[in-house]
Every structure is written in structure tokens, then in C-alpha cells.
């Protein structure tokens, strides 16, 4: 930001706005901070309080109560599944679409670059989708969540940009020197490359991490549920429970399960996003602002 | 031989050959775009035909636009198309101006050091899914939340039914989710105000502008272009309502009011007895106005001196 402005002397409007700045900060703030103390309140303070900003006996029970069940364990492990796993494949079809793309001289490009963008502007809908994947039989697999992930054509159009912009005379020096297309990919092009790289491999595991939509459709055994979709399931128990909790004895979970679940989901990105607040910038603006 | 002679001259000329290695290279992406991407595309012929569950996609007998008929016949589809354009146009009205307020109140802020930590807090929802926002709004709102305790416990007014007026729930979407995403949205905006030429600034001055002056007639001017781009987009982006945020808030009450094109689709196909052709043919519907409204906006910004939207 501009270097100017310091010691320039206060004003009203830098009051005013200072303090606006603030308090939209604390609007943010404020429901994780709330989220997070419900999570260590006893059932009874949560059904009592008022506003307490501190649990007055600060419990772990509603943490105890989703460690306890077996569920937690296996919806971590299902999201750690679906973000290695989906990584490792996604990265690999990125990195080779966006070289491919990024070469020279490629006959058949355009073809190429048209059959990857028009999937952006047109999809065939949710059904079609569907069907698919019930067609290939990944109902009830990861591979449900993980294989329909591949690429994000943003991101490969992103990744070869970069590319694009590494200056040709090392390419051709090491041409000369006789090296393949796969050796020039592996030591020329992606070690200069680890900016963009490290930006994209970040924002796809957030994605992953929170990847809650394909689960819902695809997996029904409650086993392999990833940690979105067993919080959104805990969440809206409440919803049911309205006409039903009596019929079918269907759990209710406290106000402070849903909030520990809420935190167990999020500490994570929470932890990774010292990088993320590193490479978002660049993310944004390589791809975003190029009219 | 000649057809032989041919080939290998076309060979040689387009230097295939030399490049055999990255045609091999690309097709897995090729494979990943067929099979995930162009599959579908075709399946979407679905909406013409009507679906047998043992014959699939293929062997299902045609039946024309009947779906479709069906389908503009239901008072409830309006509603939804309604919906679906209201919200659109609500959020770019509640919405896209916050990003550019909040990065115009940030480049004038007196402290960098303070700026930035701002710009970490506001940026932080962002990369939270709508389950978790969804979440952590609807227990902070709920008639015994923390907004509702405040307001009973400290200013004595009755509590504000907030997830339960189905007036009132579209205002509550586009709030939420000005807290989840104006932060994110407010970086663009901030490095065009960071690209913007200092001597401008300095001339205003010199001028006698004030700080207000120097907002409408420096800083504004300097970031149109990228307001513009980001409206039209915006704007392509008008049959996308929100499917996550919706489907993470809704509840029976309120559905009616924000029940769009995509949540439809989801209740006709996974909560009543399924009828795949005619889902099809919603979801048809609204892609089809989704490309027009995207060849339409690319046209546009390409007009307007860009590279286009996705290229």
C-alpha cells in the first residue's frame, strides 16, 4: 500500500474509518469466538447463559462425546483420504494439462485448448452427472469424490500461464543439451514453477478438505462420511428432530456437539492458513485480473 | 504411396514427431475432460427422452420437448426461475459494492501493519465451506443465539426471529455472505487501488483535493475498469444463486422465498420419487441460459479491451 501516508496527521476521517474497519473485524470475529465457547460449555450453562464470553466451568464433554464414537476417526480419515489421494491425482493431470497447453508450436492446440474450456461454459447438469458416476460404479467409493476432481480448468489455464512466462532460452539450452519433453517438465519448468505450484496445491486441498457435495450424493454408507458431511448431517439433526425425535429416536445433538464438530472440521484450514494468507494474493491476481 | 508420402509430409511439417511425447502427455487430461465433462454433456439429451432405468442413457426412447412442457406448465418452476433471478440481482445490489467499499476504507487506512491484520481477519471465512458458515451463523442467530441474548438481555428487545421470517431471509443471505466472502473479494480491488499512479495522487493534492475528493476523482476512476469486468461477470453469473449457501440454510419456513433452480433439482431428484428426465431437462434449462449469458459477457469484455473471461 502507499508509502505516503505515514505521518500524516490523524483525522476525523481516519477515526471514523479506522473504527468501522474495526468493527467489521469484530463482526467477523465474533461467531467463531462464540462457536468456539459454546463448544467447552456443559449442556446446562449453554441452555441458561445469556451472553457469558467465557464458559464458567469449561468442560471437554461435547469434544469427549464426538471422539468417543468411532465416527470422528473415520470422517478424518475419509478427508485425509479424499485430500491426499485427490492432491497427489489432481496436481499430476494439472501440471501435465497446463505443460502440454503451454508448449510452442503444438499442432492441434487450439483443439486442445477449446476442448478444456468449453466444459467451463457448458455442463451437462447434475443428473447426467450422476447417472455417471452410478454408471462407473463409484457409488460407495472414495474414488466417487476423489476421480471427478481431477482438474480445475481455472487453475490449469493459471498453471500454464506461468508456464508460458518462463523465458524460452532455458528451454532451448537445455533442448540443445538433448533433454525430453518429461526431463524438461521435471528440471527446468516445474522447480521454476513453485510459486504457482504451491499456490494451487494449497487452494485444492482446501477444496478437498471441504469437499461435502459429491459425499452427499455419492456415498450413503455413513462409515466413509468425510468431515463435512458428517457435521452437516449432526447439524441438521435439529431440523428433524422438530416432528420426528419422538417417532424415531433419532440423536439430538447439543448446541455444544455441533459447535465442537464445527471446530474439529476447521482447526485445520485454521492451521494452514498462515500459507494460504502467503499465496492468496498471487492466486487472485494471476488469474483473476487480466482484462 | 502417396497418401503415405502425404501423412509423413504432414508429419514432418507440424512436427509431430518431434512432439509425440506431449500428445501422450495430454492424454489423461484428455480422458479426465471426456469422461467427467463431455459424458455428461451428452447425458444432458436425457431431457429429451424418457428415462428407462434398464435401458440408460442411450437406449431410453425419445419424446421431444415434453418434459420441457412439463416443466413451464409448473406454477412452482417459476417460482423458482424467479427466485433464482431475484437473489442473483439481490446480490449484486446487497453484495458487489461491500468488496470495493471495504478496499477503498482499507487503502486509506493510516497503518499498513494494521491494514494487513484486517485484511487476514476479513479473508479467513473465505476459506471455510458453507457447512461450517452455515453452521456457526445458525446457532449465532437462533432465537436463544448470541445476537438474540444481546439484544433481549442487554437492550431489552424482543428477539429477532431471524432464521424463521421468510421475508427477511434473503436479506440474511446476502449478509451472511458479505461476512464469509467480502474479504476475499476485496483483494482484486485492492491491487488495482496499489497499481494506481502515485503522482495522481500527489496532483490531487497539490490541487487542493480532500480525501473524499480524492476517492471519487482519483481512486474510483483508477479501479472502474476492474469493477466493470467484475459486474459483468458477475452478471453472466446470474442463473448461480448460491446453490451451497442455500442448501446449508434453508429450513421448511423460509424454503419457499429461496428455493432456486438448483436446489430444485436436488429435492425433485433426491427426496421425491425420482423422475431423471425431467431433472434433466431443469438443469438443461438453466445451462442453456448460463452459456448464453457467459458467450454474451465474454463478448463484451472483450469489447471492452480485455482477453476475455477464460482465456
Do not use: C
Not at chain 1, 147 to 164: C, D, K, Q, V, W
Not at chain 2, 20 to 31: E, Q, R
Amino acid at each position: 500500500m502507499k508509502s505516503k501516508k505515514k505521518h500524516r496527521q490523524l483525522t476525523i476521517f481516519d477515526i471514523i474509518n479506522g473504527i468501522l474497519l474495526t468493527i467489521f473485524g469484530l463482526i467477523i470475529i465474533l461467531p467463531f469466538y462464540n462457536a468456539v465457547m459454546i463448544s467447552f460449555m456443559t449442556e446446562a450453562e449453554y441452555v441458561q447463559h445469556k451472553f457469558a464470553l467465557f464458559p464458567k466451568e469449561p468442560t471437554l464433554s461435547a469434544y469427549k462425546s464426538i471422539f468417543e464414537t468411532g465416527s470422528l476417526r473415520n470422517a478424518y480419515k475419509s478427508t485425509l483420504t479424499i485430500v491426499v489421494v485427490g492432491l497427489i491425482y489432481s496436481m499430476t493431470l494439472t501440471t501435465l494439462g497446463a505443460f502440454v497447453l503451454s508448449r510452442e508450436g503444438l499442432w492441434g492446440k487450439k483443439f486442445m485448448l477449446h476442448f478444456v474450456i468449453v466444459p467451463m461454459y457448458f455442463s451437462g447438469g447434475m443428473i447426467p452427472f450422476y447417472l455417471l458416476i452410478k454408471n462407473l460404479n463409484l457409488i460407495d467409493t472414495l474414488w466417487s469424490v476423489i476421480l471427478p476432481a481431477g482438474i480445475s480448468t481455472f487453475y490449469m489455464l493459471l498453471m500454464r500461464n506461468f508456464f508460458e512466462s518462463i523465458p524460452k532460452s532455458l528451454e532451448e539450452s537445455a533442448k540443445l543439451d538433448g533433454a525430453s519433453e518429461i526431463r524438461l517438465l521435471i528440471h527446468i519448468t516445474l522447480p521454476l514453477s513453485m510459486p504457482i505450484i504451491a499456490t494451487i496445491v494449497l487452494f485444492t486441498t482446501v477444496e478437498l478438505w471441504n469437499e461435502w457435495y459429491r459425499a452427499m450424493l455419492f456415498l450413503n454408507k455413513s462409515s466413509l462420511h468425510p468431515l463435512q458431511l458428517v457435521l452437516k448431517n449432526k447439524l441438521e439433526s435439529v431440523n428433524i428432530n422438530i416432528n420426528t425425535q419422538a417417532l424415531e429416536g433419532i440423536v439430538v445433538y447439543s448446541e455444544g456437539v455441533k459447535m465442537a464438530q464445527v471446530v474439529v472440521t476447521m482447526v485445520p484450514i485454521m492451521l494452514l492458513y498462515p500459507f494460504l494468507q502467503k499465496y492468496y494474493v498471487k492466486g487472485i491476481m494471476v488469474g483473476a485480473v487480466k482484462g | 504411396m502417396k497418401i503415405r508420402d502425404n501423412v509423413d509430409r504432414f508429419i514432418k511439417e507440424n512436427k509431430i514427431d518431434q512432439n509425440w511425447l506431449l500428445y501422450i502427455l495430454f492424454i489423461p487430461v484428455f480422458i479426465y475432460y471426456l469422461i467427467f465433462s463431455y459424458i455428461p454433456m451428452y447425458g444432458a439429451t436425457l431431457a429429451f427422452k424418457e428415462f428407462h432405468v434398464g435401458k440408460g442413457i442411450l437406449g431410453s426412447p425419445w419424446i421431444g420437448f415434453d418434459k420441457f412442457r412439463l416443466l413451464f406448465s409448473l406454477e412452482y418452476f417459476w417460482t423458482v426461475f424467479k427466485n433464482t433471478i431475484i437473489i442473483s440481482f439481490g446480490r449484486i445490489l446487497f453484495e458487489f459494492p461491500i468488496p470495493i467499499l471495504l478496499a477503498i476504507m482499507l487503502s486509506e487506512l493510516n497503518s499498513d501493519r494494521y491494514a494487513k491484520t484486517l485484511q487476514t481477519i476479513y479473508t479467513f471465512p473465505h476459506f471455510l465451506s458453507w457447512v461450517i458458515v452455515g453452521g456457526i451463523v445458525k446457532n449465532f442467530l437462533r432465537s436463544d443465539g448470541f445476537v438474540n441474548n444481546v439484544l433481549v438481555y442487554a437492550f431489552n428487545i424482543e428477539p429477532i426471529p431471524f432464521l424463521s421470517s421468510p421475508d427477511r431471509f434473503r436479506l440474511l443471505l446476502y449478509a451472511t455472505s458479505v461476512w464469509k466472502s467480502a474479504g476475499w473479494s476485496s483483494i482484486i480491488y485492492l491491487a488495482a487501488i496499489t497499481g494506481i499512479d502515485e503522482q495522481l495522487y500527489e496532483a490531487a493534492t497539490i490541487d487542493g483535493a480532500n480525501r473524499m475528493q480524492k476517492i471519487i476523482y482519483v481512486t474510483m476512476p483508477g479501479i472502474a475498469t476492474t469493477i466493470a469486468f467484475m459486474l459483468i461477470l458477475k452478471l453472466s453469473n446470474i442463473m448461480n444463486a448460491g446453490f451451497s449457501q442455500i442448501f446449508n440454510m434453508t429450513n421448511p419456513i423460509v424454503n419457499e422465498k429461496i428455493d432456486i433452480i438448483d436446489t430444485y433439482i436436488y429435492d425433485i431428484t433426491f427426496k421425491k420419487v425420482p423422475d431423471y428426465s425431467f431433472s434433466t431437462a431443469v438443469g438443461l434449462f438453466k445451462s442453456v441460459i448460463n452459456v448464453a449469458m457467459l458467450i454474451l459477457a465474454d463478448k463484451v469484455i472483450k469489447k471492452l479491451g480485455g482477453k476475455g473471461i477464460y482465456s
